[in-house]
C-alpha cells in the first residue's frame, strides 16, 4: 500500500472528462447515463421525501434540498449509484471540494 494525497483521490470534473476521452469513451453519453440513474434515485426514494418534507417544513412549497450522490463508475463505464445523501457535508478538505461546494452555498 502506498501513501496517496487526498487530493490525488479526487479529481476536478474536468479532470474526470479528460480521463473519459483518454479512454475512447464519450462523456456526453456518460453524463447522460449519470444523470439517469441519479433521476432514478431520487424517484425511487420521492414518496420518504415528501413525507418528511410534511413533517418537517409548513410551506413545501418554499423547501430546497441539496442532493449528494457518490456516483461509481465500472470498468465498462456503467454508473453506480454508490450512495445518496440529503444535507451532505460541505466542509472542504481539499482545493477541489472548494472549487465545487463553495459555488453551491454562495
Known sequence: VTD??????????????????????????LWK????????????????IHKQQISFCPFPFLNKEVFGMDVMIDSEFKPWILEMNISPSMQTATQEDVIVKTPLVA
Open 4 to 29: 496517496i494525497e487526498v487530493s490525488e483521490l479526487k479529481w476536478s470534473l474536468n479532470k474526470f472528462w479528460n480521463f473519459v476521452r483518454q479512454q475512447e469513451k464519450d462523456p456526453d453519453e
Open 33 to 48: 447515463r449519470i444523470i439517469d440513474v441519479a433521476v432514478r434515485s431520487v424517484i425511487s426514494c420521492s414518496a420518504a
